[in-house]
């Protein structure tokens, strides 16, 4: 089976050969700006070297970006097919399990990338935020993530807390586009959730995905227990 089967939008297949037929997702592929795509490659580069990163997109069908990653601007030109073929391919070498760990490390990377380039549209990290509580330091981090995806891509993220919980969702998303899963698998997300947290406060969370387009849910959800890990 080739990568294209893999992300074909009506009627794919997952690797794991199950047909997708989640309501929830679009039909017509969604995007990001060039240069989210541009963070990602270069993350990946970053944990594997340069030829495993080659390898990867090799078996994603991606080859055109193979020492031609998408410019560092903001046209949303990065589809979010590509995005999933990227985690099928890493999934396809490592496994579920040792990918995992990769596509976690690969989002923080991206995330330290994407700050350097995005704090100055969110307006976030400023002496008054680094002097406010750690509760709302948390909460404003993860506003700043979702806000972010929303305002210059097609992922629509929103975010909500309870008593013990932060929650973020997001209603479209590029880890699982058009994938049949049997686990979680927005482990990018994950890391960049991770890695946010830890930049606006010093602290480490613990994050979790309970809920997955590509298992059939309506969203992608994420629970992040507000006590950090000792």
């Not at 998408?70 to 999933?84: C, G, I, Q």
């Given at each position: 089976?080739?990568?294209?089967?893999?992300?074909?939008?009506?009627?794919?297949?997952?690797?794991?050969?199950?047909?997708?037929?989640?309501?929830?997702?679009?039909?017509?592929?969604?995007?990001?700006?060039?240069?989210?795509?541009?963070?990602?490659?270069?993350?990946?580069?970053?944990?594997?070297?340069?030829?495993?990163?080659?390898?990867?997109?090799?078996?994603?069908?991606?080859?055109?970006?193979?020492?031609?990653?998408?410019?560092?601007?903001?046209?949303?030109?990065?589809?979010?097919?590509?995005?999933?073929?990227?985690?099928?391919?890493?999934?396809?070498?490592?496994?579920?399990?040792?990918?995992?760990?990769?596509?976690?490390?690969?989002?923080?990377?991206?995330?330290?990338?994407?700050?350097?380039?995005?704090?100055?549209?969110?307006?976030?990290?400023?002496?008054?935020?680094?002097?406010?509580?750690?509760?709302?330091?948390?909460?404003?981090?993860?506003?700043?993530?979702?806000?972010?995806?929303?305002?210059?891509?097609?992922?629509?993220?929103?975010?909500?807390?309870?008593?013990?919980?932060?929650?973020?969702?997001n209603e479209t998303c590029s880890m699982c586009w058009h994938r049949t899963?049997?686990?979680?698998?927005?482990?990018?997300?994950?890391?960049?959730?991770?890695?946010?947290?830890?930049?606006?406060?010093?602290?480490?969370?613990?994050?979790?995905?309970?809920?997955?387009?590509?298992?059939?849910?309506?969203?992608?959800?994420?629970?992040?227990?507000?006590?950090?890990?000792?």
């Open positions: 089976m080739s990568m294209g089967d893999i992300i074909t939008p009506t009627g794919a297949t997952s690797s794991r050969g199950s047909q997708y037929n989640n309501p929830h997702q679009a039909s017509t592929d969604l995007y990001y700006p060039n240069n989210m795509g541009r963070f990602f490659f270069m993350a990946i580069e970053e944990l594997l070297g340069k030829n495993g990163l080659n390898a990867v997109m090799n078996l994603a069908g991606l080859s055109r970006f193979i020492n031609n990653y998408p410019p560092n601007n903001l046209e949303k030109k990065f589809s979010f097919a590509n995005y999933a073929a990227i985690n099928q391919a890493i999934e396809d070498f490592y496994g579920v399990r040792g990918s995992k760990g990769l596509l976690l490390r690969a989002g923080k990377v991206s995330l330290t990338y994407a700050l350097n380039e995005y704090t100055a549209i969110t307006g976030v990290g400023n002496l008054g935020m680094r002097l406010m509580p750690q509760n709302v330091k948390a909460k404003l981090a993860l506003g700043m993530v979702a806000r972010t995806f929303s305002t210059i891509s097609d992922q629509v993220s929103k975010v909500s807390d309870n008593e013990q919980d932060y929650i973020y969702e899963v049997s686990s979680p698998c927005c482990h990018v997300v994950v890391g960049v959730l991770t890695a946010v947290l830890h930049w606006a406060t010093g602290k480490n969370f613990h994050v979790t995905e309970v809920q997955c387009m590509g298992m059939g849910g309506p969203t992608c959800r994420f629970v992040i227990d507000k006590t950090p890990i000792e």
